[in-house]
Every structure is written in structure tokens, then in C-alpha cells.
């Protein structure tokens, strides 16, 4: 082969090489710009997600809190409408209570018809011997007077013993007979409605004291006052009772313990800072009382008077004058 002809072959191959070359460099610089373009997209596609997940969690957040404030709105007038109907069965269930009530009075106190009947018949006849022996319009009219008259005194005397049939003589608050009873239906509405219902039960500290000191109608006489301070701290719907001796109890429906605490600790307080005056004598008194509440402490009646009063002589125990809550 000419040598002249090699020489033009070689030539050929070194500028094939240099353009093949040339070529991996463009191909490779395109390579490195679709590897950046490919990740500048991901990268975007990345953004574009995170900009999408943002304004999703934007419109959820505004949906939820305009879903929320439509359901409080409902909750609120569907409770308010709950609790004008709950505050009226309640009346109406306390007025049937409160006639159970003296129904059971009746049935403990037969012998108020007895003597309502006997005196009603003395009287009737006396009235008739009188007819018998005189006559007259004039006497007729007075004779029906009379009767009218001795029947509204009888009317009054049945509603009186009735009354002390509940009330306690000498300080005027309720007894231990209607303590027991209203609990008893005050827990029966408790359960119906789901509600808390708490008893708080205090005494005296030291009233032996008093009594032996300065003699019983002493004692007497701050028992009437502590009663009267008590029924001043309390709302219409509570009850006050004797419980025994120097032993009260309260009865507090619709109530929580913390609430309870708070009436416990008034009257506490209350009790320390008023001024009982024997005579000229000005003596200090103390209470000390325990709390219980329904359903947290018991079920029953009994053990709930058990829990509070347990709570009591806790208070007794540590010190005096303070308030103790049942245990569990």
C-alpha cells in the first residue's frame, strides 16, 4: 500500500478520535444536565407535595374549627334546653317528694286523726246539747260560726303536730326522722339523673363543756345560734338537720365534692368568728365536720352517713375545728 495513503488513513483516524472525543464530552456534559434537570424536578415535585400537604392542612384546620364551633353551638342550646327540662322534672319530683313525705308523716302519726275525729265529735255534740235546748236563727247563724271556727282550730293543731313531726323543737331545723327519709329520696333522684349528691355531718367540739360549764340551757342556746348561722350559708334547695345531741347534718343535692368543701369550710370559719354570749359571758365555738359524696364514697344510704361520719371523727382525732373528707 502507498505510503502516502496510510498517512491520509491515520490522519482520518486522529480527527475520528478527536470527534469521538469531542462527542463523550458533549454527551457527558448532556448527561450532567439531565441528571440536574432530573433533580430539580424531584426537587419541585418535593415542594409542590409540601405546598399541597400545607394548604390541605390550612383547609382542614379551618373546616374542623368551623365543624367544632357549629357543634358547640348545638351542644350549648341542646344543654340549655337540657337543664330547663332536668330543673323542671326536678320540681315536679320534689313536690311528689315532698307529699310522700307527708303521706309517710301521716302513716307515723295515726293517733293526729284519732284526736282530730274524738274532739270533732265532742265538739259536735256539745254544739247539738246547745241546738236542743236553744232556738233562733241568731244562735243557729252563732252555732255555725262556732263550728266553723273550732274546725279551722283543729285544722291548725293537725298542721302543727305534722310539723313537729319533722322539725326539731329546739332549733327549728329538721329532725333525725326527716334526715332519713329525705336522703333516702334525695339519692333515689341522684341515681335517676345521673347526679352527685354530697353530706356533710359536724358537731360541736368540746360541747360537754359548755354544758357542764355554763349548765344546759347554756348549751341550748348555742345549739339555736349555730343552727341559724348554718340555715344563713345554705340555698333553698339544701337541708339542715338535727342528727343528734350536738350532731348536725347537711344535705346537699346537685353538688360536687369541691363545692361541698367550700359551704364546710364557710361555716367552719363562720362558726370560729362569731360571738356567742352566755349571759355577759362571750364563749368561743368550734365545729368539726367530715364529707362524703355520692357515687365517689358509697351507693347507699347508710354508707354514706358511715363515710362521713367516719370522716368526722377523723377531724375529732387530728386536732379539731376542720374539715375531713371520707376515704375510698
Known amino acids: ?54 394548604i390541605n392542612q390550612e383547609i382542614e384546620r379551618e373546616i374542623t374549627v368551623m365543624v367544632l364551633a357549629t357543634i358547640k353551638k348545638v351542644i350549648n342550646r341542646e344543654t340549655v334546653a337540657l337543664k330547663i327540662l332536668r330543673r323542671r322534672i ?12 307527708l303521706k309517710e308523716t301521716n302513716k307515723i302519726i ?47 293543731q293537725k298542721e302543727e303536730i305534722e310539723r313537729k313531726a319533722i322539725i326539731d323543737e329546739l332549733t327549728g ?8 327519709a329525705k336522703l333516702e329520696d334525695e339519692l333515689i333522684l341522684a341515681k335517676r339523673f345521673r347526679s352527685n349528691l354530697c353530706l356533710i355531718i359536724f358537731d360541736i367540739d368540746y360541747f360537754k363543756k359548755i354544758n357542764d360549764t355554763y349548765g344546759h340551757q347554756a348549751g341550748d342556746s348555742v345549739l339555736q345560734e349555730l343552727a341559724l348561722t348554718a340555715k344563713s350559708l345554705m340555698s333553698s334547695v339544701d337541708s339542715l338537720c338535727r342528727y343528734g345531741g350536738e350532731e348536725f347534718a ?8 369541691e363545692q361541698a368543701i367550700d359551704l364546710a369550710e364557710k361555716l367552719r370559719s363562720e362558726i370560729e368568728e362569731h360571738i356567742f354570749y352566755i349571759g355577759d359571758k362571750i364563749i368561743n365555738v368550734t365545729i368539726s365536720a367530715g364529707i362524703a359524696e355520692y357515687p365517689t364514697h358509697a351507693l347507699l344510704k347508710q354508707g354514706l352517713i358511715e363515710k362521713a ?12 375545728n376542720n374539715i375531713k373528707l371520707a376515704i375510698k
Not at 430539580?40 to 415535585?45: D, S
Not at 347537711?250 to 365534692?257: A, F, G, N, S
Not at 361520719?309 to 379539731?320: P, S, V
Open 110 to 156: 295515726p293517733e293526729i286523726k284519732e284526736f282530730v275525729k274524738e274532739e270533732v265529735k265532742n265538739k259536735s255534740v256539745e254544739i247539738m246539747n246547745q241546738l236542743k235546748r236553744q232556738t233562733g236563727k241568731q244562735l243557729e247563724k252563732e252555732v255555725i260560726e262556732q263550728v266553723k271556727e273550732t274546725t279551722s282550730i283543729l285544722r291548725e
Open 90 to 101: 326536678r320540681n315536679q319530683v320534689r313536690h311528689q317528694v315532698s307529699k310522700e313525705i
Open 1 to 54: 500500500m502507498d505510503e502516502k495513503i496510510i498517512k491520509e488513513i491515520k490522519k482520518d483516524i486522529e480527527i475520528l478520535n478527536r470527534e469521538l472525543k469531542k462527542l463523550k464530552e458533549e454527551v457527558a456534559t448532556y448527561k450532567n444536565f439531565g441528571n440536574e434537570l432530573e433533580s430539580r424536578y424531584e426537587e419541585m415535585l418535593k415542594k409542590e407535595e409540601a405546598f399541597l400537604g400545607q
Open 250 to 257: 347537711i344535705i346537699l343535692p346537685e353538688t360536687r365534692i
Open 173 to 180: 331545723v329538721y329532725n333525725r326522722r326527716y334526715f332519713e
Open 309 to 320: 361520719d367516719k370522716a368526722l371523727y377523723y377531724a375529732k382525732n387530728t386536732g379539731r
